[in-house]
């Protein structure tokens, strides 16, 4: 079993910063895939990164250059900087893992309670 807790979700002004992050209780974190995924209000859960055992990292279009995924396997945990936020960006942000790769949401087995990002314009 993995729990996920995500911290660092508020009210920010578009064009400003979050940093987002969830800590997993598990003793083999480095072997997750971790995710990051968004749902908005009347809208279906959204992939936002990922990040493979490896480091490596991928990003959805729509925040690419904007947003950055990392983990630090020594403290069981993996981030999200949020950068020059907008309103559409407006959502619960959920971590999630799996020992597997994949973009999509229903492939992971383990998620987070989520928080809540708020952007103003």
């Known amino acids: 079993q993995v729990q996920l807790v995500e911290s660092g979700g508020g009210l920010v002004q578009a064009g400003g910063s979050l940093r987002l992050s969830c800590a997993a209780s598990?003793?083999?974190?480095?072997?997750?895939?971790m995710g990051w995924f968004r749902q908005a209000p009347g809208k279906e859960r959204e992939f936002v990164a990922v990040?493979?055992?490896?480091?490596?990292?991928y990003y959805a279009d729509s925040v690419k250059g904007r947003f950055t995924i990392s983990r630090d396997n020594a403290k069981n945990t993996v981030y999200l900087q949020l950068n020059s936020l907008k309103p559409e960006d407006t959502a619960v942000y959920y971590c999630?893992?799996?020992?597997?790769?994949?973009?999509?949401?229903?492939?992971?087995?383990?998620w987070g309670q989520g928080t809540q990002v708020t952007v103003s314009s």
């Open positions: 990040i493979r055992r490896s480091g490596s990292t």
């Open positions: 999630a893992a799996d020992l597997s790769f994949s973009w999509s949401p229903g492939q992971y087995d383990y």
């Open positions: 598990v003793r083999t974190f480095s072997a997750y895939v």
